[in-house]
């Protein structure tokens, strides 16, 4: 931690610039680990609980559309996050605030 602290104060760390398009890709990126993890847990779980219940495939297969709700909104909310807390980065300013709002993308504050 000293290093760093020494580095930082040095001078040596220099900003770095970084393209619009690459901030959305690494947001596109974070959303698609993270959507295919919570997906692939989440029909899994699905899909036991319905062959342990006995239930009907279609049941399953009406269930999954919730997940896939999810799961598309889930991605959208994290690509906006990473790309508010990069912009945040890149301007100098410390990550903003990780508070959880349903409608974040489409409200500014």
């Known amino acids: 931690m000293r290093t760093q602290s020494a580095v930082r104060d040095s001078g040596a760390v220099t900003q770095r610039k970084s393209s619009s398009i690459s901030v959305w890709i690494l947001g596109a990126c974070v959303s698609l680990l993270t959507v295919t993890a919570f997906v692939m847990l989440s029909l899994g779980m699905l899909l036991g609980l319905v062959t342990f219940l006995g239930l009907p495939s279609i049941v399953g297969e009406v269930l999954m559309v919730p997940i896939a709700v999810a799961a598309l909104w889930i ?33 500014t504050s």
């Open 75 to 107: 991605a959208i909310w994290i690509c906006f996050r990473v790309v508010e807390v990069e912009n945040a980065l890149a301007q100098g300013a410390n990550a903003p605030e990780s508070t959880f709002q349903l409608a974040k993308p489409w409200i």
